[in-house]
């Protein structure tokens, strides 16, 4: 075995066990699902990593229905309107119910809408990893057991900061002046880690390491400046600015140049499927392994640590109410946050000791 090979199986070891709560030598069941997107190196490492820890390790052939290209990311919420895409696998959701583990390695995104999918997940312990070359998985997957707990108890420490009714305000030199209320929503915290957090309902999605809630309903108010990158219609760095002027968590005006213009129509051809121009989501990145428009796209950019993103159309899979057509997740950069007046973000990093208690968190 190669120094990459070797790489890669402590990287799963860490996720197999820090990740998914599998103990060595517990003699369980540790299923990895592939679809034909998957890098056969990621796939081999993944099941050696398993076996080595005791585990018996098997992999699944899935056929995916539909499969969502990186570059088309956004698009991916719009298989919740198609009843051919969301029909059950009976097999693939029996085996990932059954296992004590589960690693899936497929671009289908549609699965994250497929509710007997999703009824599966509620029953087992499974990291979802898209889009993972072995370059990628190499570059982005924790090193070891304890990486995966420092990134757990960071997202955990700012989730607790958000994870109460408040109200934020996001601010920046690019002109960002924007005001929202949480507490109607769970905050969902992506730590990385099923045994240090609870995920979403069984589920992590891989590379881990965001802070991500729902605003509360009609809360949102004021500009927003994306300058980052864009991921609908396609996946892309701005080379302009767009400023969205919103209302009661509607965007009601869009400026910008041409990509701005192509963001507005875009949402307008799909707004028989939702609101699209909904404001839906609030992101924080708190993963220091992800880079700004890396190869992993929207989601290493959204969570890269310290960068504030905002998102519109579907939010369903974050524990709201909102059924569109896309998901479109806007990095920002240089934004500064505050909660209730106090400062919890600046440009480059968190205002607080993350792994201290909140100070108004009541006691014991």
């Known amino acids: 075995m190669g120094s990459a090979g070797r790489v ?8 197999w066990t820090a990740a998914l709560g599998l103990a060595p030598g517990g003699g369980g069941t540790a299923l990895v699902v592939r679809d034909p997107s998957a890098d056969p ?3 081999q490492a993944a099941l050696n990593a398993a076996r080595a820890i005791g ?3 098997v992999a699944l052939d899935h056929d995916p229905r539909t499969v969502t290209p990186m570059a088309t990311f956004g698009t991916f919420p719009a298989s919740g309107f198609d009843a051919a895409a969301t029909a059950p696998y009976p097999v693939l959701d029996a085996a990932v119910a059954a296992a004590d583990a589960v690693v899936v390695l497929s671009d289908e995104l549609a699965l994250l809408f497929n509710p007997s999918f999703r009824d599966a997940l509620r029953r087992s312990r ?8 072995r370059a990628t998985a190499m570059r982005l997957l924790p090193a070891d057991e304890p990486e995966v707990a420092l990134l757990a108890r960071v997202t955990k420490a700012g989730t607790a900061r958000l994870a109460r009714p408040c109200t934020v305000r996001l601010t920046s030199p690019a002109g960002t002046d924007l005001s929202l209320r ?3 929503y769970a905050t969902n915290c992506s730590a990385g880690s099923l045994v240090e957090a609870g995920g979403f309902g069984g589920l992590e999605v891989l590379p881990a390491g965001q802070i991500a809630t ?3 309903d009609g809360s949102v108010e004021g500009r927003l400046v994306v300058e980052g990158s864009l991921n609908f219609p396609r996946f892309e760095k701005l080379s302009r600015p767009i400023a969205l002027t919103i209302r009661a968590s509607r965007v009601v005006d869009i400026a910008g140049g041409a990509e701005a213009a192509q963001l507005g129509r875009a ?14 989501e609030l992101g924080i990145g708190t993963n220091r392994r992800c880079t700004f428009l890396g190869r992993y796209g929207p989601t290493e950019d959204t969570h890269r640590y310290a960068t504030v993103s905002m998102a519109l159309g579907a939010d369903t899979h974050l524990g709201g109410r909102n059924r569109a057509g896309c998901h479109v997740d806007m990095a920002l950069e240089e934004t500064t946050v505050t909660v209730d007046g106090t400062l919890f973000l600046a440009p480059d990093g968190f ?6 208690p909140h100070p108004t968190a009541p006691g014991p």
């Open 8 to 15: 890669l199986e402590a990287s799963f070891r860490a996720v």
């Open 41 to 43: 190196a990621v796939v």
């Open 55 to 57: 585990h018996g390790a």
């Open 126 to 133: 499974v990291a979802f990893i898209p889009y993972m070359d």
């Open 182 to 184: 949480l507490g109607q």
């Open 214 to 216: 729902v605003p509360d």
């Open 267 to 280: 949402l307008d051809a799909i707004a028989g499927l939702g609101l699209s121009r909904h404001v839906t």
């Open 351 to 356: 205002a607080f000791p993350l792994d201290a």
